[in-house]
């Protein structure tokens, strides 16, 4: 069982809609991590917050939009998206530095734009 | 900057031959190193971890060994199933502040034939 809860599983929208990513963790992580995963490709970071900052924006367009309000949650805001950005989005996240502990994983939600 | 380089694939074996998956890696100060996998579907699952020079690093029969020397972290493992096949991604992590910074190989796809 995957500690990093993300919803939805599976989502298509049009280029025209707004739409939501969610992730959730309840192990007390302090950082949190959205990726984009295309087929075949290792996951590329997009956001990094660290204690409910944003800390990396990895030139990421602004038709993706992070948001955290609070330890626990991280939601990924999409407007206006392209063809280009059907891919998985992965959620990660992990413990406050000092520990050896990597990053968990949630499964992902695949993301279709028609 | 930071780099990882692990063996193209796909790599095609039968059931219970010897599986090595190559993986170097070119980074600033000290990293841990990490072998991922992700079936499909799913997100990433840790499969092993070393922190630091000589560690090895083991899990559900793979093994790794974090070389300083030669700057390696091949995965083996002695006798492969079926259920074995994924992608396995190799990995660095170095941390900043309150947040992991990892670097992904470009993931080795993994095929076990009956």
């Known amino acids: 069982d995957t500690e990093v809860t993300q919803t939805p599983k599976h989502l298509v929208m049009g280029m025209t809609n707004k739409k939501s990513l969610k992730c959730e963790q309840h192990m007390g992580h302090r950082a949190m991590y959205w990726y984009k995963q295309k087929a075949k490709k290792p996951p590329e970071l997009m956001f990094v917050y660290s204690y409910e900052k944003l800390s990396i924006n990895e030139s990421v367009p602004s038709r993706f939009s992070p948001e955290c309000p609070n330890s626990s949650l991280l939601n990924l805001h999409l407007h206006a998206l392209q063809p280009e950005d059907s891919a998985l989005y992965l959620c990660a996240s992990s413990p406050p530095a000092g520990t050896d502990q990597p990053q968990h994983f949630g499964d992902g939600t695949r993301l279709s734009i028609l | 900057g930071n780099s990882v380089t692990q063996m193209e694939g796909p790599v095609t074996l039968s059931e219970e031959a010897f599986l090595t998956i190559n993986c170097t890696y070119t980074?600033?100060?000290?990293?841990?190193l990490f072998w991922y996998v992700q079936y499909p579907g799913e997100g990433l699952q840790l499969l092993l971890k070393?922190?630091?020079?000589?560690d090895k690093g083991s899990n559900k029969g793979f093994e790794a060994t974090y070389r300083k020397e030669t700057t390696s972290f091949h995965l083996e493992k002695g006798s492969v199933q079926v259920s074995d096949s994924a992608v396995y991604f190799c990995?660095?992590?170095?941390?900043?502040?309150?947040?992991?910074?990892?670097?992904f190989g470009t993931g080795t796809k993994l095929q076990v034939i009956p």
């Open positions: 980074a600033t100060g000290y990293p841990s």
């Open positions: 990995a660095l992590r170095l941390t900043s502040g309150g947040y992991q910074k990892v670097t």
């Open positions: 070393a922190t630091k020079a000589d």
